[in-house]
Each structure stands twice: as C-alpha cells, then as structure tokens.
C-alpha cells in the first residue's frame, strides 16, 4: 500500500469512529478540516522515516501519521479564525469557520487536538512500551513552550528572534513527523528530530518566499500577507535571493542529518525530490 | 498532605515546566487560567476516588487530578470566547480573552490540552503499563463523540435532548475523574464512571438552579442567562422545584454506584459533605 492511501486511511478510520454519536455539526467541521487533505506532506515525512527504520509496527506508524496531520489540521482551523488570519478560504474551500461558524471551529480544532492524542493511545495497542516517548515527541511539538501554538503565540509578541519563530511555528511539528516515524519503528526519535526541525525551516522559509513572491516573474517586488500584515518573514528579512539561500542550506543540513538506518539511501532520494515541491522552479534559477 | 495542597502543586509544577521559554503572553494567559483556581471539584474528586482505592502511585494520581483541571480550565478559556458566552468575568477577575486578547485565550486553551495529556503521561512514569487506559479515559471526556466538546457542540445544533446535553457537556469530565481517580490507582476505571458522571449531572442542575434562581428569596420567578440565550436548563424543563428532586435523585444514585473499595464509607461520607454545596441549603429546604 502507498503511503497516502495508508494515511487516508489512518485519518478516515480515526475521523469516522470519533464522528458516531457525535453533535453533527461538529462532526461536519471535523470532516470539513480533515478531507480533502493538502499535500499530507508532514505524515509522509513521519511514514518515509518510519519505513527508513524499518516500520515493524506498521498500525502504530500509521497512527503516529496520523496524529500529526490531525494536529495540522487543528492549527489550520485556529490560525484561520477572524481572531488570526481570518482566512476565507483553506485548500480551495471555505475556511472551517466560514463553512460552520466560529464556535464550531473552535471545538472542532480543540477536537481535533484531542483526536490526535487518542489515535496515538489506540494504535500503541501494538507495543505499549513505544506509546509514552511518541506522545511526549507529539505533544511537545504542540504545546508550550515551543510547540506550534508557541510559535502562533510569538506573533502576539512584540519582538522575537526569526529562527526560533520558525522552529516553533513549523519546525516543530515536522520534527515531531519525523521523531514520531522513528519512535513507531523502535529507533531512537532524538536522532531524527533535526531532520523534521530543519526541513520544518526550510517550508517555511519557501512559505516566505511564496508570500512574497507568488509570481516568479515579480521577483524583487514582493507583495503579500506578511508585508501587509507586519509579520517576520526570511524573505523580509533578507531578500528573495538571500532566502532562497538559506532554503538551500537548509535542504542540505536536514539530508546530512540523516543518521545510519536500513533505507538510508532511499530516505535521502525521496527527500530530494519532495523537497522540489518546496519551490516553483523558476524562482530557484532565477535566485542561483 | 491535603487533597487541595497536592493539587495546586501538582497544577503549580505542570505550568511552571511548561511555561519556562515560553512566549510570557502565552505563559501569563495560562496562569491566569489556572491559578488562582476555583472550587476544584474534579481534581479534589479525583483525588478522593484514588484514597478509596488505595492510592498506590499518588504521583499518578496527582498527574490525573491535575490533567482533568486542566482540561476544565482549557473549556473554561474557550467557553468564555466571544463567539459563546462573551463573559467578562471568571473566578472573580477578567477572563482570559479580556485580559490578554481573543488569540492568546484561543492558544492559552489549545497549550492547556496538550499539557493536559503531557503530565498525565509524565505522571505514568512510575506506572507506564496504567497510561493507555488512563489516557483513553480522559481523551474520551473531552472529545467527540461524547465529551465536553462535544457537549459545547450541542448547543450549536437545532434540537438536543438534555440528559445526553448534560451528560457530556459536564457530566463527562466529572466521570473522567472519577474513573482517572481509580484507574491512577490501579483499580477498574469502568466501575467509577458512573459516579462521576452521576454527580456531573446533579452538579451541572444544580448551576441550572443557581442560573434560574440565584437568590432564593426569588424561587419561581427565575431570570438568568439560561432563559436569555434560550439555552436548555433543568430549571426551564422542570421548574424550579422539579429540578431540585431531581439533583437529590442523582445525588443518591451517585452514592448508591460507589463500588466496593477500601476506602468506600469514607468516600461516600465526603461526597455527601461536599454535595451539600452545590446549593444553597434555602433552596433544598424551600423544595423539600
């Protein structure tokens, strides 16, 4: 099975067994946040991990992708709120709180938190002993003080330093991806945080860059929400090309990080080439 | 030591840990959520459910005391949002979207969840083989279907029946702490739900009471913002009178579900104690 139906999968069955009995408004938000999904792309990272150690555990693996996306997908429906983003529209839909309203997006992402935890807790039926190291790896990638509502909670900040706005904000939970697939599969996930935490960066340095930048061919004229908005941004902060530099660096650090496992070899490919997605092509040429 | 003096330092240290590196909005918005406290009801029953059943890893038990206050100070945050009862005011001073703005009150409730599920699997380090129960237990009282999400969720649909309103909305987390208070002691969880969830009833029609007739001397002439937001209350289905037979029928069953345990007499003792303030004694002697 490929790694996106097994996600799929992971998420329906978790989403599916939460929603029965459920108030249906909520259970529509839920759903509404969950399906369809993005580009999945922190579970395929927690997955790729997983099978690079050998995925012995192949239902706790699938649970561990799942608790990630779900957490994902909590922080979307939050960050879209009138309060945040006020966002109208997420992956090509009306944002959770314009389809449903603000207060089920609120219980729908809080929810969504809870549900992560217990898909966890359920898949670890298979091996116990893995279930406190994967919740603690997950929970703090969430929480205080550094997970991704500690990143969100930076820009109510008045000042904070760039690099620790990003780990928060993203890095954390793609380090999560990562130390989770390993924990699923018995590895040790302190060797695989710095995978998931330097990838993290260099999405959302490339989520910068975007902003900034959506049309390659207006490079050095940048315009978008982080501008309008004040926020810290790389590409603010150090130009379209200095940017795309830095989102180099970082690719390479996060592929020599990889420590010794059986699918080495295969890990680093598959990186390599998600990590093209990071970037429209041009903007790369154009930047080198 | 006291039950309340095992609690706060069990909350103290929860938030301590978690705040250290923290964004200080984020770590401020917290501890005002959670310190000072209110009555602490759940904790406390949490702890005197643990006593009856020997109380073997009292660390555990204070981890699952401090989780399921926690979890009841993250739905507090939430509930008092703008988008549901606006209030101002909570446990005597502003609330906490009144004091550090809409987004940190969102976030604040968001890190309080996590942190809920992060010192419950602390705790079980000294018993690791009681965390998934434990942990399904109270994920299971705050999520969907049926937990105190789910119950806030009610109030956003059309038609909702009220026992299955009251039973999530605040029965559930009163079961989680009963059935968390013994299985943090090694004893069966299924055995304690019902008191909880009993006594979470009784307790959430006597708050119906209190709303509809807040000074006694004004018994069957209710006001209050259960009739001004048209929201389902015991007191609007049963009338005044009504709803105080009611809450002594559940207080009784509370009792008669106490399974057998060491500590089952004195248990049984404190509870009728402390289930003499959930009213105002004119109200019950006015009803009688």
Known sequence: MDALTRIEQALTAAVTAAAAGCPPGLAAAVRHAVFPGGARIRPRLCLSVALACGDDRPSLTDAAAAAIELLHCASLVHDDLPCFDDAAFRRGKPSVHRAFGERLAVLGGDALIVLAFETLTHGAAVAPD?????????????????????????????SVELTEYHRAKTGALF???????????GADPALWGELGARLGEAYQVADDIRDAAADPAELGKPVGRDFALDRRSAAREFGIAGAVQRLERLLAEAVDSIPPCP????????????????????LVRAAA
Not at 133 to 141: D, F, K, M
Not at 175 to 185: K, N
């Open 263 to 282: 699918g080495g070899a295969a890990l680093r490919a598959s990186i390599m080439a998600e990590s093209q997605r990071f970037l429209p092509k041009g």
């Open 130 to 158: 893995r279930l406190p190291t994967l919740l603690l790896t997950v929970a703090r990638s969430v929480g205080m003080p550094s997970g991704i509502v500690a990143g969100q909670a930076w820009e109510c900040e008045s």
């Open 175 to 185: 380090a999560a991806a990562t130390a989770a697939g390993a924990a699923a599969a």
